[in-house]
C-alpha cells in the first residue's frame, strides 16, 4: 500500500545527543515536510521540502537540520542545540507545486522525549 | 507562518447530536481540508475542499470552502463515539505551504 512511513514510533534522547527520524513515502510526491506538535497545540513547520535536493527552513527550524538526497526519503536530525525536542513529531507529503493543489498527507508520528 | 482561527477549542456532545466547527484565516487559500487526529497518530484526511462555494460531503460530515476563500466549516451530523477525536482545518497557498488550526477536541457521551 502507498503510504508515509514513519520510524521509530518512540525515541528517547539524552542530553547533548543528536538523533534522527526518519520519514518515508512510496506516493512519489516531490514535497515533503516536517512538523512538531506541542499537546494542546497545533502543527508547526520545521522544514520543508518542494523538491529533491532542495529543503527550506519552516518556522521553528533552530535546533533542526534535514536532508533531501532521495525523492522518497527526508529525515530529520534533532540536535542537542534544540533545549526543548520532547514533543510529537509529524511527517507528511504531497504531490508538490505546479501540480494542481493536492492535499498533505500524514505518516503516523515519532514521539520524542527526554531522558 | 499563520496560524488559522479555529472554533470551538473543544466540545462535548451527546451521541447522535450534530456538530459544526469553523475556521478563519485571514489569507485567501485555494485549497481547505479538514483531518482528524486520534491520540499518539497522525491526521487522517476527512474532506479536501478546492474551490470557493463548493460544499462537499463524506458519510455524515459535510464541509464547505467559503465563499470569501478565507474560511470554512465542518458540520458532523449524527454524532458516535468513534467521532472522538482532535479535528483540524488546514488551509493550502499558491505556493503549496499549508497552515493549520489549533485542532478542536471533540468529545461524545454515549
Known amino acids: 500500500d502507498g503510504g508515509i512511513t514513519q520510524s521509530p514510533k518512540y525515541l528517547f534522547r539524552k542530553e547533548g545527543q543528536n538523533v534522527t527520524l526518519s520519514c518515508e513515502q512510496n506516493?512519489?510526491?516531490?514535497?515533503m515536510y516536517w512538523y512538531r506538535q506541542d499537546p494542546g497545540q497545533g502543527l508547526r513547520l520545521i522544514y520543508y521540502?518542494?523538491?529533491?535536493?532542495?529543503?527550506q527552513k519552516g518556522d521553528i527550524a533552530e535546533g533542526y537540520s534535514v536532508s533531501r538526497e532521495k525523492k522518497e526519503s527526508f529525515p530529520l536530525t534533532v540536535t542537542s542545540a534544540q533545549k526543548n525536542p520532547t514533543a510529537f513529531y509529524l511527517c507528511?507529503?504531497?504531490?508538490?507545486?505546479?501540480?494542481?493543489?493536492?492535499?498533505?498527507?500524514f505518516g503516523d508520528g515519532t514521539r520524542l522525549s527526554i531522558l | 507562518g499563520q496560524q488559522l482561527n479555529q472554533s470551538p477549542q473543544s466540545m462535548f456532545i451527546q451521541e447522535g447530536e450534530d456538530v459544526s466547527m469553523n475556521c478563519t484565516s485571514s489569507?485567501?487559500?485555494?485549497?481547505w481540508l479538514w483531518y482528524k487526529q486520534d491520540p499518539g497518530e497522525g491526521p487522517v484526511l476527512l474532506i479536501a475542499?478546492?474551490?470557493?462555494?463548493e460544499l462537499t460531503s463524506n458519510g455524515r460530515l459535510t464541509a464547505q470552502f467559503g465563499i470569501t476563500r478565507k474560511d470554512s466549516f465542518l458540520n458532523i451530523s449524527a454524532s458516535i463515539p468513534s467521532d472522538v477525536g482532535i479535528y483540524f482545518c488546514?488551509?493550502?497557498?499558491?505556493?503549496?505551504?499549508?497552515?493549520f488550526g489549533t485542532g478542536t477536541s471533540l468529545t461524545v457521551i454515549p
Open positions: 506516493l512519489n510526491h516531490d514535497a
Open positions: 475542499l478546492y474551490k470557493a462555494g
Open positions: 521540502s518542494q523538491i529533491v535536493n532542495d529543503f
Open positions: 507528511a507529503s504531497n504531490v508538490g507545486p505546479g501540480q494542481g493543489a493536492q492535499p498533505q498527507h
Open positions: 488546514a488551509g493550502r497557498d499558491t505556493g503549496n505551504q499549508f497552515y
Open positions: 489569507s485567501i487559500f485555494n485549497t
